[in-house]
């Protein structure tokens, strides 16, 4: 018999229709396995109940030794609340880790933590602490740290601490602090989230990378060494050098968790040019990198080397900010989502190398996608919306940054524009310079991950006034149905709502997102284990080197 | 399409560019004897082979228009890295002569194109940085003293910079926010039409009708255009200039400027003892007649040659500024731009690259192989 | 010779004095430090979140008042951070607040801290440069006596086929910027689409040990290059001399061909390269920065295209001293040499 919730607790009563869903192909694979994790059911229960066949026992045996070098832009260290790039975790998450890991399969699996449990109502989150994990101090790792932890990723106060907005319902707007009496210690190895509001993403945030877990004596350092100076991961930080490498090892002592295979890692910095990172490979100075341009794909399979697929919930849109003129008038921004043929754009931009997407940020990887359509495309169309807007003589400006498959996207939106008659301006912002206005420039493309429910990018995104709401878009019944929408646990009656959300959110015009990412990472033959995790994290521990290059 | 189909289609859509060339030569060296230092440039195969390949692009760059066989900017769904002689689907009998680039861009199209951007920027901000270097430069080195001490310095200056640096420092989206390109181009552009003013008031002080009319001229022209490129604000929209085209401009013009001056103090100094300046003096000629009228023009031999290899050094730094990414504008053909483009997939796809790197690389050699063959010419004198 | 030295030295002070308030003020532009401040803090931060940071760490001084603080003729900034914890410029983390010092600038010896690579400025321009030591060396140990050779070979005979065949491969290669022969390299010697595979086209393991493998290209790509001028120079050098008196005397005496050139002719030849190939030194930095962005070499070029996309301000000014440094040392050299050389001139 399959143990189905983490905890001892019976079976969440939502568990059940979400996995009727699942077998009626309404709600996608990693949906499911999201919404059970959110729930509290066992990743063997969720397999289970949506009658999937658990995958083969690993065919190969993994062997020890060896450094994994790896090429990855080293970013500075700062406190892990205030990330803002994976990279940053993936040399953290080595020495330091987190409660619950979102795995390859799109299931959360409990990590520092040994199980965890929602109540019915979505509003209480109980949390059950691994027992046995000591911090190389010699500290016994428990509820302290948590509080402690959760504590400061609740402190929106902070400039820049991105998991307040995360943590949804635990943060106090007013205070900008954990909402007093809502973290409570149950016991040393107990600590229970009392929410105002149901809060289904919870779970979810505390997997994502910023929430690495800190020591309970950590405070904000910045130098790295002294950072991670107290650990419970398997590997010791050895240098940290911004811009130029980072180099972690397997500590002496054995790990909670078991077999650390490779005697360390390496990250290089081959700054964001693709050429010199394909010399790299050519001339075997790494084993694997961070991530593959899907137009470099073609090269490094000529190269002899693996590429590691998998689709994401990653986009990127190409937004209007309503509060600039003529893009204030919904016509203006429909003319362009109707002279832009999203598959073309997937194509020349991508490299065909994704799924099409139909502008409204919601997509076929999310519980509670409700499919309304593709896009329409029109060019006839698109120039008489613009004509009834009196503004043929406009030229769009769209602004984007340097960086490869966003430029190029950029570059084939613009040319998808042109070719229905409509004006269109390229800019180019490199990146140091682009984030300044980020959301402030009139038309421009933004890259956005993708995060495990489809509601919580459209309500990080597009409410009234959300600090990421770069369109400036603004609409009291749109808001009304993201409220409705995040106070329905359940995504098949949430899919309900979000139809009218996507429509909505389609209609106006506010967004050209024309496709959903597939990300690559390549690694060389004899490495094994290093395949992309669509959030871009490396999960080094289930790497090893099987022969050297 | 076979390779020698291509090069043949790709010569017979340079036409226009043949027939002006015969044009230009064939004349050119029948008449010889009665052209002058021109004609004597004839004899000499360096440099007829340097000016060969400089109007080869000149006239490339004027008749683009009818050379291209794609919009440089049409992007076509299929042609993303087609290789050269791909036909275009859903139009019989188009090809995309050296392929299509990452975005389905014809490749031909766009270096062809590219030669207007490029030529459009480098000799006009070489010939802008010799007016300024000029005005500063000749009364530099003809009264020298302090004025001379320091400008000099600031030459240096400028000198001592890393150009790369410099680049970085001047061309931001945050300097142009800034307005300092805006505030640098209305100095800048000031020179040529000092300059001009100068040489025409200098010549004419004498003849105040002439001086009236001409002056008139030159200031209603110069400040017409003035207004357009400076502040983007030409009445009758004819002149204009966007604001990053304006910074890159700005900053070559600001990076040539003190080598040309340089080489102007110094010619000056060197003329300044000649006989015939002190001839002039003793006439009772003005200082700017001298600069102008006397010195200048016994100077012209070294300048033009410099200013030939100049074109040359400019075409190479804006290629270096698309290296860095910041270049003219990111879908602009320019060869920098194209090259740095097409770098990223070079070990697949090389047809991008090459085409801009070879037509880069051919026009500095011409402009290189000018200047030498002027040189030889000049010591034969 | 002393006067003249004290003279140049005092020059080369004004002119760093002048260079590095032009970069300060540059980079002190208020949309560059809140570009910085976004790099370092968090990318998507506010407005309001900026402008509090950018208050705290003391870049809301006047720009003079800072510019003092960098040289060491202003007492640092003191302030305290969202803790309360005391921060200033001349504070860290190893010394007591009330023990720092109050005055820490370049006169004080100190270059500051890098924002981009989170250590002291100059640890890492004494690294980089190193690196860019060898690189530098390597290129010159390549183009010198390369060019050298072209240009007496080609001005020994002028006007003959070898004179012109040398003379158009040395325009050419003028003619190539390093962008484009780098590329072509790499694509055509390192590639394995083409299959040769003679070269790495990395050298960033060349860092660590330098090889014949790693670092031939880069070095190739930027010797080529400079090559193409030093040797038209040496051509025009040579060949000027090999029409001079002494030169003919020489012929006249009966000596042979060869002897006339190696005893003769070389030593008056080589008084001009030796100036330009002095003066190359600066322009080869440019060079540098492009060659090394290319190979993934992390010298000195690179730390300057770093420091400047991220308007790493200390580290940026550092730079540009060193760059004046060089740019200056070499023309003096190159005067003194010239001096030398040539007996005939005489120190002003």
Request: aromatic content about 10%; charged content about 20%.
């Given at each position: 018999m399959t143990k189905l919730m983490l905890t001892g607790r019976h079976l969440h009563p939502m568990a059940e229709p979400a996995a009727e869903s699942f077998k009626r192909g309404r709600i996608g694979r990693r949906e499911f396995l999201a919404t059970m994790a959110a729930l509290g059911v066992t990743t063997a229960g969720a397999l289970a109940l949506g009658g999937i066949a658990a995958r083969p026992a690993r065919a190969a045996e993994p062997k020890k030794g060896g450094v994994l070098r790896v090429a990855m832009n080293v970013k500075a260290f700062r406190d892990p609340r205030t990330f803002d790039g994976v990279e940053m975790s993936n040399i953290a998450r080595q020495c330091n880790e987190y409660l619950v890991r979102w795995k390859r399969d799109f299931s959360f699996e409990p990590w520092l933590l040994e199980a965890w449990e929602m109540s019915d109502d979505a509003k209480t989150l109980t949390m059950h602490i691994r027992k046995g994990i000591t911090w190389s101090n010699g500290d016994t790792f428990n509820a302290e740290d948590v509080i402690h932890n959760l504590n400061r990723w609740c402190d929106a106060s902070v400039d820049a601490n991105s998991v307040a907005s995360r943590m949804g319902a635990l943060v106090d707007s007013g205070t900008k602090k954990a909402v007093p009496g809502a973290i409570e210690k149950v016991d040393d190895f107990t600590v229970k989230l009392n929410l105002p509001k149901p809060d289904i993403s919870l779970i979810p945030g505390m997997a994502d990378y910023p929430a690495v877990i800190m020591h309970r004596s950590y405070d904000g350092e910045t130098d790295p060494m002294k950072a991670f100076a107290i650990t419970t991961g398997a590997c010791e930080l050895v240098s940290w050098q911004p811009q130029v490498s980072a180099e972690v090892k397997r500590k002496d002592k054995p790990w909670w968790k078991g077999e650390f295979w490779l005697d360390g890692v390496k990250w290089t910095d081959y700054s964001a040019d693709l050429t010199s990172m394909i010399a790299a490979f050519e001339s075997g100075?790494?084993?694997?990198?961070h991530e593959t341009a899907a137009d470099s794909l073609k090269q490094t399979e000529a190269l002899g080397l693996t590429n590691s697929e998998i689709a994401t919930g990653s986009t990127i849109v190409a937004r209007f900010n309503v509060g600039n003129k003529p893009y204030d008038d919904v016509k203006v921004r429909q003319a362009a989502l109707h002279a832009v043929d999203n598959k073309v754009v997937l194509e020349l931009g991508l490299n065909g190398k994704g799924k099409v997407a139909d502008n409204h940020h919601v997509g076929p990887m999310h519980a509670e996608f409700a499919d309304i359509g593709p896009q329409q495309h029109d060019p006839a169309k698109a120039k008489a919306l613009l004509k009834d807007a009196g503004q043929e003589t406009h030229v769009y400006e769209l602004i984007s940054l340097d960086d490869d498959w966003q430029k190029a996207t950029a570059d084939a939106i613009a040319g998808q524009m042109r070719d229905a008659g409509l004006k269109v301006d390229r800019k180019i912002i490199p990146a140091a310079t682009f984030w300044n206005d980020w959301n402030k420039y009139p038309f421009s493309c933004t890259e956005w991950l993708g995060r495990p429910l489809g509601i919580q990018v459209v309500a990080l995104a597009y409410k009234s006034g959300a600090s990421w709401n770069e369109t400036a878009y603004s609409d009291p019944k749109f808001d009304a149905l993201l409220d409705k929408a995040l106070a329905q646990p359940d995504p098949d009656k949430r899919r309900e709502t979000m139809k009218e959300i996507e429509t909505m959110l389609r209609e106006s015009?506010?967004?050209?997102?024309p496709y959903w990412r597939s990300v690559y990472r390549t690694y060389r033959k004899g490495v094994m284990g290093c395949d992309q995790h669509q959030a871009l994290e490396q999960h080094l521990d289930q790497a090893w080197i099987e022969s050297e290059s | 399409m076979s390779p020698l189909e291509i090069v043949g289609q790709i010569v017979l859509r340079f036409l226009p560019v043949w027939i002006g060339l015969a044009a230009i030569f064939v004349p050119s060296i029948l008449f010889r004897r009665r052209l002058g230092p021109y004609g004597k440039l004839m004899e000499n195969r360096v440099g007829q082979i340097g000016l060969g390949l400089v109007l080869f692009w000149v006239l490339a760059a004027f008749f683009a228009d009818l050379i291209i066989t794609s919009n440089p900017l049409d992007q076509v769904s299929g042609m993303k890295n087609a290789l050269p002689g791909t036909a275009i689907p859903d139009r019989p009998g188009a090809f995309y002569l050296l392929g299509g680039d990452n975005l389905a861009r014809d490749v031909f199209s766009r270096m062809v194109m590219g030669s207007r951007t490029v030529l459009a920027i480098a000799p006009a901000a070489t010939l802008f940085a010799y007016m300024a270097g000029f005005m500063l430069g000749l009364p530099a080195g003809y009264f020298g003293g302090r004025f001379d001490t320091v400008f000099s310095f600031a030459a240096n200056l400028v000198l001592a910079f890393p150009v790369i640096l410099l680049f970085y420092l001047l061309v931001t989206p945050e300097i142009r926010a800034s307005g300092i390109p805006i505030l640098a181009a209305a100095i800048l552009f000031l020179f040529p039409i000092a300059f001009f003013v100068l040489l025409i008031g200098a010549r004419f002080s004498a003849d105040p009708h002439k001086l009236v009319l001409y002056l008139g001229i030159t200031l209603v022209l110069g400040l017409w255009v003035y207004s357009g490129l400076a502040f983007n604000a030409d009445p009758l929209g004819v002149f204009a200039m966007d604001p990053n085209r304006l910074n890159i401009f700005v900053s070559v013009v600001f990076v040539n400027m003190p080598v040309v001056f340089r080489i102007v103090r110094g010619l000056a100094m060197e003329i300044r003892t000649r006989d015939y300046i002190a001839a002039a003096q003793t006439r009772g000629e003005s200082s700017w007649y001298i600069m102008l009228w006397e010195i200048l023009p016994n100077a012209r031999g070294p300048l033009i040659v410099d200013f030939c290899l100049r074109i040359g050094y400019t075409t190479i730094l804006l290629g270096t500024l698309g290296f860095f990414g910041l270049g003219v504008s990111p879908e602009s053909p320019d060869w920098g731009t194209t090259i740095n483009d097409g770098r990223k997939l070079l070990s697949v796809y090389p047809h991008p690259a090459l085409p801009p790197a070879l037509a880069l690389m051919s026009l500095v050699l011409g402009l290189n192989l000018l200047a030498d063959g002027l040189r030889e010419q000049a010591l034969k004198d | 010779m002393g006067w003249f030295l004290l003279k140049r030295v005092g020059l080369m002070l004004l002119t760093a004095f002048c260079l590095t308030f032009i970069v300060f003020a540059l980079t002190n532009l208020q949309p560059n430090l809140e570009k910085m401040a976004k790099t370092l803090?968090?990318?998507?931060?506010s407005d309001e979140e900026v402008a509090r940071w950018l208050t705290r760490y003391g870049y809301e001084q006047p720009v003079l008042v800072r510019y003092g603080e960098w040289l060491g003729v202003m007492p640092g900034w003191t302030g305290s951070d969202e803790n309360g914890k005391p921060i200033g410029r001349c504070l860290n983390p190893d010394i007591a607040p009330e023990d720092a010092p109050r005055f820490c600038g370049v006169l004080q010896g100190n270059l500051g801290y890098s924002t981009v690579f989170k250590a002291p400025v100059k640890a890492i321009i004494a690294e980089r440069l190193a690196l860019t030591g060898w690189l530098m060396l390597w290129v010159m140990i390549v183009m010198v006596p390369t060019a050298l050779i072209i240009g007496v070979l080609a001005g020994m005979r002028e006007g003959s086929r070898l004179d012109r065949g040398l003379s158009i491969f040395s325009i050419a290669t003028t003619a190539t910027p390093e962008y484009v022969s780098g590329v072509v390299f790499i694509s055509v010697l390192a590639s394995s689409a083409v299959g040769l595979q003679w070269f790495k086209g990395s050298a960033a393991s060349a860092m660590e040990h330098m090889t014949f493998e790693n670092f031939t290209l880069p070095v190739l790509t930027m010797a080529l290059y400079g090559m193409g001028y030093i040797a038209r120079m040496t051509r025009a050098s040579m060949a000027e001399v090999m029409t001079a008196q002494f030169i003919r005397t020489a012929h006249l005496k009966g000596l042979s061909f060869g002897t006339v050139v190696v005893r003769h002719a070389l030593r008056n030849a080589l008084i001009a390269p030796f100036t330009v190939i002095m003066l190359q030194f600066p322009w080869l930095l440019t060079g540098v920065v492009i060659v090394e962005s290319l190979f993934g070499y992390k010298g000195f070029g690179w730390t300057l295209v770093r420091a400047a996309d991220n308007n790493d301000i200390e580290l940026l000014l550092s730079c540009s001293l060193v760059a004046v440094v060089i740019v200056l040392l070499t023309q003096l050299i190159s005067d003194i040499g010239y001096v030398y050389l040539n007996p005939r001139m005489r120190v002003a």
């Amino acid at each position: 018999m399959t143990k189905l919730m983490l905890t001892g607790r019976h079976l969440h009563p939502m568990a059940e229709p979400a996995a009727e869903s699942f077998k009626r192909g309404r709600i996608g694979r990693r949906e499911f396995l999201a919404t059970m994790a959110a729930l509290g059911v066992t990743t063997a229960g969720a397999l289970a109940l949506g009658g999937i066949a658990a995958r083969p026992a690993r065919a190969a045996e993994p062997k020890k030794g060896g450094v994994l070098r790896v090429a990855m832009n080293v970013k500075a260290f700062r406190d892990p609340r205030t990330f803002d790039g994976v990279e940053m975790s993936n040399i953290a998450r080595q020495c330091n880790e987190y409660l619950v890991r979102w795995k390859r399969d799109f299931s959360f699996e409990p990590w520092l933590l040994e199980a965890w449990e929602m109540s019915d109502d979505a509003k209480t989150l109980t949390m059950h602490i691994r027992k046995g994990i000591t911090w190389s101090n010699g500290d016994t790792f428990n509820a302290e740290d948590v509080i402690h932890n959760l504590n400061r990723w609740c402190d929106a106060s902070v400039d820049a601490n991105s998991v307040a907005s995360r943590m949804g319902a635990l943060v106090d707007s007013g205070t900008k602090k954990a909402v007093p009496g809502a973290i409570e210690k149950v016991d040393d190895f107990t600590v229970k989230l009392n929410l105002p509001k149901p809060d289904i993403s919870l779970i979810p945030g505390m997997a994502d990378y910023p929430a690495v877990i800190m020591h309970r004596s950590y405070d904000g350092e910045t130098d790295p060494m002294k950072a991670f100076a107290i650990t419970t991961g398997a590997c010791e930080l050895v240098s940290w050098q911004p811009q130029v490498s980072a180099e972690v090892k397997r500590k002496d002592k054995p790990w909670w968790k078991g077999e650390f295979w490779l005697d360390g890692v390496k990250w290089t910095d081959y700054s964001a040019d693709l050429t010199s990172m394909i010399a790299a490979f050519e001339s075997g100075d790494i084993d694997t990198d961070h991530e593959t341009a899907a137009d470099s794909l073609k090269q490094t399979e000529a190269l002899g080397l693996t590429n590691s697929e998998i689709a994401t919930g990653s986009t990127i849109v190409a937004r209007f900010n309503v509060g600039n003129k003529p893009y204030d008038d919904v016509k203006v921004r429909q003319a362009a989502l109707h002279a832009v043929d999203n598959k073309v754009v997937l194509e020349l931009g991508l490299n065909g190398k994704g799924k099409v997407a139909d502008n409204h940020h919601v997509g076929p990887m999310h519980a509670e996608f409700a499919d309304i359509g593709p896009q329409q495309h029109d060019p006839a169309k698109a120039k008489a919306l613009l004509k009834d807007a009196g503004q043929e003589t406009h030229v769009y400006e769209l602004i984007s940054l340097d960086d490869d498959w966003q430029k190029a996207t950029a570059d084939a939106i613009a040319g998808q524009m042109r070719d229905a008659g409509l004006k269109v301006d390229r800019k180019i912002i490199p990146a140091a310079t682009f984030w300044n206005d980020w959301n402030k420039y009139p038309f421009s493309c933004t890259e956005w991950l993708g995060r495990p429910l489809g509601i919580q990018v459209v309500a990080l995104a597009y409410k009234s006034g959300a600090s990421w709401n770069e369109t400036a878009y603004s609409d009291p019944k749109f808001d009304a149905l993201l409220d409705k929408a995040l106070a329905q646990p359940d995504p098949d009656k949430r899919r309900e709502t979000m139809k009218e959300i996507e429509t909505m959110l389609r209609e106006s015009g506010i967004i050209i997102q024309p496709y959903w990412r597939s990300v690559y990472r390549t690694y060389r033959k004899g490495v094994m284990g290093c395949d992309q995790h669509q959030a871009l994290e490396q999960h080094l521990d289930q790497a090893w080197i099987e022969s050297e290059s | 399409m076979s390779p020698l189909e291509i090069v043949g289609q790709i010569v017979l859509r340079f036409l226009p560019v043949w027939i002006g060339l015969a044009a230009i030569f064939v004349p050119s060296i029948l008449f010889r004897r009665r052209l002058g230092p021109y004609g004597k440039l004839m004899e000499n195969r360096v440099g007829q082979i340097g000016l060969g390949l400089v109007l080869f692009w000149v006239l490339a760059a004027f008749f683009a228009d009818l050379i291209i066989t794609s919009n440089p900017l049409d992007q076509v769904s299929g042609m993303k890295n087609a290789l050269p002689g791909t036909a275009i689907p859903d139009r019989p009998g188009a090809f995309y002569l050296l392929g299509g680039d990452n975005l389905a861009r014809d490749v031909f199209s766009r270096m062809v194109m590219g030669s207007r951007t490029v030529l459009a920027i480098a000799p006009a901000a070489t010939l802008f940085a010799y007016m300024a270097g000029f005005m500063l430069g000749l009364p530099a080195g003809y009264f020298g003293g302090r004025f001379d001490t320091v400008f000099s310095f600031a030459a240096n200056l400028v000198l001592a910079f890393p150009v790369i640096l410099l680049f970085y420092l001047l061309v931001t989206p945050e300097i142009r926010a800034s307005g300092i390109p805006i505030l640098a181009a209305a100095i800048l552009f000031l020179f040529p039409i000092a300059f001009f003013v100068l040489l025409i008031g200098a010549r004419f002080s004498a003849d105040p009708h002439k001086l009236v009319l001409y002056l008139g001229i030159t200031l209603v022209l110069g400040l017409w255009v003035y207004s357009g490129l400076a502040f983007n604000a030409d009445p009758l929209g004819v002149f204009a200039m966007d604001p990053n085209r304006l910074n890159i401009f700005v900053s070559v013009v600001f990076v040539n400027m003190p080598v040309v001056f340089r080489i102007v103090r110094g010619l000056a100094m060197e003329i300044r003892t000649r006989d015939y300046i002190a001839a002039a003096q003793t006439r009772g000629e003005s200082s700017w007649y001298i600069m102008l009228w006397e010195i200048l023009p016994n100077a012209r031999g070294p300048l033009i040659v410099d200013f030939c290899l100049r074109i040359g050094y400019t075409t190479i730094l804006l290629g270096t500024l698309g290296f860095f990414g910041l270049g003219v504008s990111p879908e602009s053909p320019d060869w920098g731009t194209t090259i740095n483009d097409g770098r990223k997939l070079l070990s697949v796809y090389p047809h991008p690259a090459l085409p801009p790197a070879l037509a880069l690389m051919s026009l500095v050699l011409g402009l290189n192989l000018l200047a030498d063959g002027l040189r030889e010419q000049a010591l034969k004198d | 010779m002393g006067w003249f030295l004290l003279k140049r030295v005092g020059l080369m002070l004004l002119t760093a004095f002048c260079l590095t308030f032009i970069v300060f003020a540059l980079t002190n532009l208020q949309p560059n430090l809140e570009k910085m401040a976004k790099t370092l803090v968090n990318t998507r931060m506010s407005d309001e979140e900026v402008a509090r940071w950018l208050t705290r760490y003391g870049y809301e001084q006047p720009v003079l008042v800072r510019y003092g603080e960098w040289l060491g003729v202003m007492p640092g900034w003191t302030g305290s951070d969202e803790n309360g914890k005391p921060i200033g410029r001349c504070l860290n983390p190893d010394i007591a607040p009330e023990d720092a010092p109050r005055f820490c600038g370049v006169l004080q010896g100190n270059l500051g801290y890098s924002t981009v690579f989170k250590a002291p400025v100059k640890a890492i321009i004494a690294e980089r440069l190193a690196l860019t030591g060898w690189l530098m060396l390597w290129v010159m140990i390549v183009m010198v006596p390369t060019a050298l050779i072209i240009g007496v070979l080609a001005g020994m005979r002028e006007g003959s086929r070898l004179d012109r065949g040398l003379s158009i491969f040395s325009i050419a290669t003028t003619a190539t910027p390093e962008y484009v022969s780098g590329v072509v390299f790499i694509s055509v010697l390192a590639s394995s689409a083409v299959g040769l595979q003679w070269f790495k086209g990395s050298a960033a393991s060349a860092m660590e040990h330098m090889t014949f493998e790693n670092f031939t290209l880069p070095v190739l790509t930027m010797a080529l290059y400079g090559m193409g001028y030093i040797a038209r120079m040496t051509r025009a050098s040579m060949a000027e001399v090999m029409t001079a008196q002494f030169i003919r005397t020489a012929h006249l005496k009966g000596l042979s061909f060869g002897t006339v050139v190696v005893r003769h002719a070389l030593r008056n030849a080589l008084i001009a390269p030796f100036t330009v190939i002095m003066l190359q030194f600066p322009w080869l930095l440019t060079g540098v920065v492009i060659v090394e962005s290319l190979f993934g070499y992390k010298g000195f070029g690179w730390t300057l295209v770093r420091a400047a996309d991220n308007n790493d301000i200390e580290l940026l000014l550092s730079c540009s001293l060193v760059a004046v440094v060089i740019v200056l040392l070499t023309q003096l050299i190159s005067d003194i040499g010239y001096v030398y050389l040539n007996p005939r001139m005489r120190v002003a």
